[in-house]
């Protein structure tokens, strides 16, 4: 069964500092991989997903990732932090045989002044 | 478009009572999920349907729940009857098959369940 591992339950950055947020996964065919950000009280939002073609994928407020088949990895990056981006980021995954999406446990991001 | 409409967003209700959970997905798409968020489980799948009909449901916990997908425009999360660890928020998330196999899943607001 394919699983999600976040790295970090909390991270805590300095506004315009780098955001590096960790996801692994294992899956035994190349899946499809998704960034999901949840603001409070607030349903889950895409922010990018990788499904073919080039590894590295931009995303919407900044975000990209890059997918790395050698490491399992789909690490969500964004060059300098905004107090906007605080929020509960979730890294999930589908096998290309079914529709639904397991998550991983997600990781929380602040930003301070 | 509206986007997934979910109701209602709070529930509050006593242990042993029918708790209804309703889902609007968005006009078109065909497949519709549902998911619990909680704390120690984090986000998981209960179940989803393609064309109203259940296709997964291995997620459901246990014979108190119960979904169902009447039409394309209207779905329901049932717990009969309900215990305090069903305490949670229930997120509903529709997607569209159409142009390719990979569509985004969009997500509701969720309906926060207090089971006392």
């Known amino acids: 069964a394919q699983s999600v591992t976040q790295l970090g339950s909390h991270v805590s950055v300095s506004e315009g500092a780098l955001v590096l947020l960790r996801c692994n996964y294992s899956?035994?065919?190349?899946?499809?991989l998704f960034w999901y950000v949840q603001y409070p009280n607030q349903g889950l939002q895409l922010l990018l997903k990788y499904t073919t073609g080039a590894t590295l994928v931009k995303g919407i407020n900044g975000f990209e990732a890059e997918f790395k088949k050698s490491e399992t990895s789909f690490h969500l990056t964004k060059p300098s932090a905004h107090m906007s981006d605080a929020a509960e980021y979730f890294c999930?995954?589908?096998?290309?045989?079914?529709?639904?999406?397991?998550f991983g446990s997600g990781t929380r991001l602040q930003v301070q002044p | 478009d509206a986007g997934v409409i979910q109701s209602p967003r709070h529930e509050v209700t006593e242990m042993g009572q029918e708790v209804t959970l309703r889902c609007k997905p968005i006009?078109?798409?065909?497949?519709l999920f549902w998911y619990r968020q909680t704390m120690m489980r984090g986000l998981e799948l209960l179940i989803y349907?393609?064309?109203?009909?259940?296709?997964?449901d291995s997620g459901m916990p246990e014979d108190r729940f119960s979904a169902k997908m009447p039409n394309a425009s209207f779905s329901t999360l049932k717990i009969q009857p309900s215990e305090p660890r069903d305490s949670a928020v229930y997120f509903c998330a529709s997607a569209s098959s159409a142009g390719g196999s990979y569509n985004e899943q969009f997500f509701g607001p969720g309906t926060r369940l207090t089971v006392l």
């Open positions: 999930a995954v589908r096998d290309t045989g079914r529709r639904a999406l397991t």
């Open positions: 899956s035994s065919v190349p899946p499809y």
């Open positions: 349907f393609n064309n109203n009909v259940p296709i997964d």
């Open positions: 006009s078109g798409h065909d497949y």
